[in-house]
């Protein structure tokens, strides 16, 4: 049971280069997030998902995109880089919006 | 949204005495709260949660309290040991469906040997 695995874990973009991050979870969870964490701002949500197909948007959406296509995978895309981009990714998974959220690895994004 | 302020950002306690993190919430329609420890280099993972119906829980060495009325709840941790090291978030979720989670600021919390 591998829980909620994200790739890739580290990345190193130019500016204006576009990318795409994996969550996959194996809970049949039907929430799922994506976040942002830098330094003294805690977690902040980029865009969440309440189930297969569907997407919303979180705090800080701006420059990035998300797709839900098959119920265990989030994918979270960025269109044109920018060095404010840079920060540690988590998607994270749960039962509800009342239950345990349960987070993957993160990955660490450096825009150049 | 929901809004949720954090206190301290940072918490130093000797090992053995006990740490508190405070949080504040402005949605009062929020009933679900629970607190990640995130290790350095790590994922959060959560540690105890609260229901609104509920003043207070207990786990172990670890407890949070919740005061509905005042809309804060906080995180108690007795005889601290190193390994509670870490950074620690609230959070809170209003009732509803599809409602988000919002998080704290986090505390990173260091506990002197």
């Known amino acids: 049971n591998a829980g909620v695995t994200q790739t890739p874990k580290f990345r190193v973009l130019k500016t204006g280069q576009s990318m795409t991050l994996l969550c996959a979870q194996d809970?049949?969870?039907?929430?799922m997030y994506w976040y942002r964490q830098d330094p003294g701002m805690g977690l902040r949500l980029i865009h969440y998902?309440?189930?297969?197909?569907?997407?919303a948007k979180g705090e800080v959406p701006d420059g990035y995109n998300v797709s839900r296509l098959k119920k265990q995978n989030f994918l979270l895309g960025l269109e044109s880089a920018a060095p404010s981009q840079t920060s540690v990714y988590f998607c994270?998974?749960?039962?509800?919006?009342?239950?345990?959220?349960?987070f993957g690895q993160g990955t660490r994004l450096t825009v150049v | 949204g929901e809004n949720v302020e954090q206190h301290p950002s940072t918490l130093s306690v000797q090992e053995g005495d006990s740490a508190v993190i405070k949080c504040t919430y402005s949605?009062?329609?929020?009933?679900?709260f629970p607190w990640y420890k995130q290790e350095l280099g790590k994922r959060p993972q959560l540690i105890i949660d609260?229901?609104?119906?509920?003043g207070e829980k207990k786990d172990q060495r670890i407890a949070v309290t919740l005061n509905k009325t005042a809309k804060h709840f906080s995180l108690h941790i007795t005889e601290t040991q190193p390994e509670d090291s870490a950074v620690y978030f609230c959070?809170?979720?209003?009732?509803?469906?599809?409602?988000?989670?919002?998080f704290g600021t986090g505390t990173k919390l260091q506990v002197i040997p």
């Open positions: 959070a809170a979720t209003p009732s509803g469906g599809y409602q988000k989670v919002t």
């Open positions: 949605d009062s329609a929020s009933n679900y």
């Open positions: 998902s309440v189930g297969e197909g569907t997407t």
């Open positions: 994270a998974s749960s039962y509800s919006q009342h239950t345990e959220a349960f």
């Open positions: 809970m049949n969870h039907e929430y």
């Open positions: 609260i229901r609104s119906n509920v």
